[in-house]
């Protein structure tokens, strides 16, 4: 039954690529990371039932095209380490508390040829977080961890931040990891939608380690249907008007002057979706009873009802929705006051 779940949980809907060959000789064998300990599908969506802080992992976009080489990797450490006034720590558990210590480091990958500008990407930096309130050394600790198992034979880079006074920062505890994408075989980190969701089960595996609760599963498992976009969010505290977020005025205006809620473009494959989810929480609930797990089974079957009960509603819809009862509450304020 636990194979089952974890394959299911796991490979839903989404497909991981690995590395991939740079077209170079190799000597040796690359190590691949350990596989994820047995029953991790249901260890997460009992703790996601349980209402557990989820883990998240993502990885941040590059600034310019022109930081892709060395001068890119360069900046992206200073800015993890506030220009040396935080400890960044490499792949080795060296230790680096100063500007002219990062530099040195930097020198050393200058040595394993990488340029100072480059039309590739060269590393990929990735932030591993928490909600506030979780212990900083437990997340740094695991992350440590997390990069040693999933990264052998690259080099990399990781700094903990717990606060933030930068509008482009989560104000909680929080590791960002540079990793360089060609590890000691010559091949080049490539990772995909589903590898992404992999690092969240085994990040969220060493936070358990830590004596941390938390879950990985994703937000269509828990009945989620508006994504949260922590870059626009970003833009938006720092006062941006984007692209996207013209767009979505644009729309919010015209619908409100047809006075026709906007449609949601995927409840098709929402619905669709859904109904896969909660079948397979109800025959996943049956095992687990049959099992004599009956406590889990009702738990997960409670959950099932939850997400039922979720709304499709896009974040388009629920602003409109607002708009719409705001514009109302006003008209009615003031027909009150005229009489």
């Known amino acids: 039954m636990n194979n089952s779940i974890d394959k299911w949980l796991l490979g839903h809907k989404t497909r991981a690529v690995r590395t991939k060959d740079s077209g170079g000789f190799f000597v040796g064998k690359k190590k691949s990371a350990p596989p994820l300990k047995p029953g991790y599908g249901l260890v997460n969506l009992r703790a996601a039932a349980m209402k557990q802080p989820e883990v998240m992992v993502k990885i941040t976009r590059r600034l310019s095209k022109g930081n892709n080489g060395l001068k890119g990797i360069r900046n992206h450490l200073d800015y993890i380490s506030r220009n040396g006034e935080v400890e960044v720590e490499n792949q080795d558990g060296e230790k680096f508390q100063s500007k002219k210590a990062l530099r040195n480091q930097i020198n050393?990958?200058?040595?394993?040829?990488?340029?100072?500008?480059?039309?590739?990407?060269?590393?990929?930096?990735?932030?591993?977080?928490?909600?506030?309130?979780?212990?900083?050394?437990?997340?740094?600790?695991?992350?440590?961890?997390?990069?040693?198992?999933?990264?052998?034979?690259?080099?990399?880079?990781?700094?903990?931040?717990?606060?933030?006074?930068?509008?482009?920062?989560?104000?909680?505890?929080?590791?960002?990891?540079?990793?360089?994408?060609?590890?000691?075989?010559?091949?080049?980190?490539?990772?995909?939608k589903n590898d992404l969701y992999e690092w969240r089960l085994r990040f969220a595996e060493k936070m358990r380690e830590q004596g941390v609760p938390c879950a990985a599963t994703r937000r269509q498992l828990r009945g989620v249907t508006i994504k949260e976009n922590s870059t626009l969010k970003a833009m938006e505290k720092r006062g941006y008007v984007g692209i996207v977020h013209k767009r979505q005025a644009q729309e919010l205006i015209e619908a409100i002057r047809k006075n026709k809620r906007p449609a949601h473009l995927y409840l098709k494959e929402a619905v669709e979706t859904r109904h896969e989810i909660v079948q397979a929480y109800a025959e996943i609930s049956k095992e687990l009873y049959k099992a004599g797990h009956k406590t889990e089974a009702r738990l997960l079957s409670k959950f099932a009802k939850e997400i039922i009960d979720a709304g499709f509603n896009t974040q388009a819809q629920n602003v409109f929705d607002k708009t719409v009862k705001d514009i109302k509450h006003n008209i009615n304020q003031n027909t009150h006051q005229e009489r």
């Open 108 to 192: 050393d990958w200058r040595k394993l040829g990488i340029p100072e500008q480059s039309k590739r990407r060269e590393a990929i930096n990735i932030v591993l977080s928490m909600p506030p309130g979780t212990p900083p050394q437990a997340v740094k600790n695991a992350a440590r961890e997390f990069a040693a198992e999933q990264f052998q034979g690259h080099q990399y880079a990781f700094a903990l931040h717990t606060d933030s006074d930068r509008p482009d920062e989560p104000a909680h505890p929080h590791v960002h990891l540079c990793v360089l994408i060609r590890d000691e075989f010559g091949q080049r980190l490539n990772p995909r």
